[in-house]
């Protein structure tokens, strides 16, 4: 449970350097390729010394186009939505609605051909009540269509993050371990960053080297190190099914933490009234969802 938290006080970087990024005038599209771009030497040298580099390569070279695809619908969509939310909603308000994640996953069940889990979902209704008080309590002073790219883009990512991820277990779950597949949907989603960098190179001209080094530090921090921590904490506990739920919900800190970083980098206020009570459904949501599926024997193979 501790290297849980740990993770998720880690992937909170990624929503609080954002927000710096945003405000220090960076595009978002900078934002979010730089990170894959700055993660890719990182992890051809962890790969590299795993010995492992072959095994990814073969793997590309065997299904160019489902990597292309994969890569991109994870990868891509998924972190481009986020930087492109962050332009119109607060970290914590990103964070909170980016947990409806946990709800993507089963209700993608008929594209691998399982049935969705709908008695597990219906305590995750918890977690939607929150992010809907949580939009509410920022939707007075937005316009329709900033509200909606505030919300829009992060429901895109956490129905593709999901998506592209399962596909990749189900086709190379056996063949390929965690940082094998990361570093190879990182190398099938460069085409996609390719090309939106060249737009945003077109609108802004090149990043500014503040942005390069945030970018960095979501890569190193959030790329590497958060994912390292998560999938080692499920791993110490992956044949204890309760205690793999307690890890799985400690990803809801993650909302705790950017609240608690933005306002301690960025002097932001901490949410009151509906956005707090928001907040406290999403992480209770999150954490009654992952102990359920113990009970219904749903919690996933990691």
């Keep these: 449970i501790i290297i849980g938290i740990l993770a998720a006080m880690f992937f909170a970087v990624t929503f609080i350097l954002n927000q710096s990024m945003q405000g220090s005038g960076g595009h978002w599209i900078y934002s979010a390729a730089l990170r894959f771009y700055l993660m890719l030497p990182l ?35 998924f972190y481009s939505g986020i930087c492109l939310a962050a332009d119109y909603s607060p970290g914590w308000l990103i964070a909170g609605t980016w947990q409806v994640t946990i709800l993507a996953g089963p209700l993608l069940a008929p594209l691998f051909k399982q049935t969705i889990p709908w008695a597990s979902l219906r305590y995750s209704l918890l977690i939607v009540a929150g992010v809907c008080l949580m939009q509410l309590s920022v939707a007075e002073g937005l316009s329709i269509s900033a509200l909606l790219l505030g919300v829009l883009p992060v429901i895109c990512a956490a129905i593709a993050y999901p998506l592209g991820n399962r596909k990749m277990m189900e086709r190379y779950g056996d063949e390929l371990d965690v940082f094998d597949r990361i570093l190879g949907m990182t190398v099938a989603s460069l085409p996609f960053w390719l090309v939106l960098s060249a737009i945003a190179y077109v609108q802004v001209g090149l990043p500014s080297a503040g942005q390069v080094g945030q970018s960095g530090l979501v890569a190193l921090f959030s790329g590497v190190i958060a994912t390292s ?10 044949t204890e099914p309760v205690r793999l739920a307690a890890v799985e919900a400690t990803q809801s800190f993650e909302i705790l933490f950017t609240v608690l970083g933005e306002m301690l980098f960025l002097h932001a206020v901490f949410p009151t009234g509906l956005a707090l009570f928001g907040m406290l459904l999403v992480m209770l949501g999150m954490t009654i969802h992952s102990l359920k599926q113990v009970q219904s024997k749903e919690v996933p193979d990691i």
Excluded at 229 to 238: D, G, K, N, S
Aim: glycine share 8%; charged share 15%; hydrophobic share 55%.
């Design 229 to 238: 921590l998560f999938f080692y904490a499920t791993t110490l506990v992956r």
């Design 43 to 77: 992890l051809v040298v962890i790969v590299a010394y795993r010995r492992r580099l072959g095994r990814v390569w073969s793997a590309l070279r065997e299904a160019p186009y489902f990597w292309l695809t994969y890569g991109t619908i994870g990868f891509g969509i």
